[in-house]
């Protein structure tokens, strides 16, 4: 578990699972699907339907909860790009819009991140977003990423092609802004 003020980030409990499927998986067109990828189709899942795979982030390493006040109101995780060269990249969800905009996003990736970089051998942890999620991109500049790609027009969303950003830092970038 890592704390800043008022938030918090640890592993998923098993008494998690309903509110993440509520914010996540319950209505066919939730408000963080239009910044999350929004050119991939979001499919609806019932309770039981979902157990399974929540289950299966149940005090695991690579999704974690996120929570405000005491309450879960997201989810960070990380996957491997490429496991053998300790390739990472990170994600986040906040699911209610309510929580956007507070500077919540720059603090949990900032806790994410820290743990990450404590609890792993690794060189860079990265993220990759598109060019529509402004907000997104303004978080990786806030926590000193670099834009490490651009490719153009790649991500087609209501009637408009958007680019693919990838963005990232090394350890030594972020132990030395940490100094």
């Not at 704390?3 to 963080?32: A, G, M, V, Y």
């Not at 699911?95 to 994410?112: A, D, N, S």
């Not at 970089?117 to 907000?135: A, D």
Request: hydrophobic letters at 35%; aromatic letters at 16%.
């Amino acid at each position: 578990m890592y704390k800043d003020q008022n938030l918090i980030i640890r592993p998923i409990e098993e008494t998690d699972l309903h509110r993440i499927w509520e914010l996540e998986f319950k209505e066919e067109k939730p408000e963080w699907k239009k910044w999350n990828a929004p050119y991939y189709p979001h499919e609806t899942k019932t309770f039981d339907e979902f157990l399974p795979i929540g289950r299966g982030w149940v005090n695991q390493p690579d999704v974690w909860a996120v929570c405000v006040d005491g309450i879960l109101v997201g989810t960070v995780s990380y996957y491997w790009e490429h496991e053998p060269s300790k390739w990472l990249e990170i994600g986040i969800l906040f699911y209610e819009g309510g929580k956007w905009g507070k500077g919540l996003g720059t603090r949990t990736l900032k806790l994410w991140v820290d743990h990450l970089f404590n609890t792993m051998p690794l060189v860079r942890v990265g993220f990759t977003t598109w060019s529509g999620n402004e907000r997104m991109i303004r978080v990786g500049e806030k926590l000193g990423m670099q834009l490490e790609a651009r490719i153009r027009k790649v991500r087609y969303y209501e009637g408009n092609y958007y680019d693919s950003i990838r963005m990232g830092i090394l350890r030594e970038e972020w132990e030395m802004q940490k100094a």
